[in-house]
């Protein structure tokens, strides 16, 4: 079983552009962005794989019931991964398969305690299954508090983590050896919090973070500017356009509706715009000077009542 449970293996280059190469047991790779093996573990399909689908295949064993024994169990752990495979999500694949063993290998409890293989491989799955909720609760920590979150609660659990990856920094972070421009050195990761781990510090090197869209509240990494707070995809009020063309006017609008101080300044600032606009040409200067002088008004009361604890010049 450890032929196809080993995890991955992945090379790197300590240069700007970093860019992760990725050796898989079946004796593929593939190159990985900073940031892209962790963002297709992510992904609500890739976390149900290796998650409810795991549980429901586990439960549809053929030799669920049949008594404990180690030939019986390896059979099930072979088929369990033949059964839960995707060419799409390989790092899913592989981390699900190597974090599995590992828990596995850990149980103290010996196999005859169990009243079957599928007792047995139950018992494997909600250790297992700690580890992946260690890795969301994690993730999702870390992408709030980057986000400006003002939960205590998840910037203390990922302050924690911050503290933790600084054990391992210089480990994920060191030169691999290249001979021939073939890579004579890899970093071998077979569980979900190594690879949350070397991801985080990997992108830290470039001053890249991972964050919360204060639009359509997906994950994304700012393609540029490291302060973003909205992503590239398409935003959900129109498929057309991204996040970061409409989020600001979908941001104003919902402002509008939930602060009374903004909905009354939109309400009373249309009023006075509208009037401005409808000024013709010979009607009196007076009416004109008077319209712009009660919108100036306007701003200052709105300024004043909307910071009301700061200073409004």
């Not at 998650?51 to 030939?71: C, G, H, Q, R, W």
């Not at 609760?137 to 939960?151: E, P, R, V």
């Not at 200067?285 to 009361?301: A, F, N, Q, Y």
Request: aromatic share 12%.
């Amino acid at each position: 079983m450890s032929d196809i449970a080993s995890g991955i293996k992945v090379y790197y280059e300590n240069k700007k552009s970093v860019e992760n190469l990725v050796f898989f047991t079946n004796g593929t790779k593939k190159v990985y962005p900073t940031g892209g093996m962790l963002f297709e573990l992510i992904k609500d399909e890739s976390i149900y794989m290796i998650t409810e689908k795991v549980e429901n295949m586990i439960k549809s064993y053929p030799d669920f019931n049949s008594v404990a024994s180690l030939e019986i169990l390896v059979d099930g752990f072979h088929w369990l991964y033949e059964a839960i495979d995707d060419s799409d999500m390989p790092v899913a694949i592989e981390l699900f398969r190597s974090c599995f063993v590992e828990v596995m290998i850990d149980l103290p409890e010996p196999l005859d305690s169990f009243g079957c293989v599928g007792d047995f491989m139950m018992h494997c799955y909600d250790a297992y299954l700690l580890q992946i909720q260690a890795f969301c609760l994690y993730f999702d920590a870390i992408a709030n508090t980057n986000s400006g979150s003002q939960d205590s609660s998840l910037n203390d659990i990922a302050n924690d983590f911050f503290l933790l990856t600084e054990n391992v920094k210089g480990f994920y972070t060191r030169k691999l050896r290249v001979r021939n421009k073939v890579p004579d050195e890899t970093l071998c990761i077979s569980n979900f919090l190594q690879l949350l781990s070397f991801e985080y510090l990997r992108m830290k090197d470039v001053n890249k973070v991972f964050k919360i869209c204060r639009n359509c509240g997906r994950y994304f990494i700012p393609s540029k500017r490291r302060d973003a707070i909205y992503c590239d995809a398409p935003a959900p009020q129109n498929l057309n356009k991204t996040c970061k063309e409409i989020g600001p006017v979908y941001r104003q609008i919902q402002n509008r509706q939930q602060d009374p101080v903004e909905r009354e300044h939109h309400k009373k600032a249309a009023r006075l715009y509208n009037m401005s606009r409808r000024i013709k040409p010979d009607d009196p200067e007076s009416l004109k000077t008077e319209i712009e002088k009660e919108i100036k008004v306007e701003k200052r009361r709105y300024l004043k009542e909307k910071f009301a604890d700061g200073d409004v010049t």
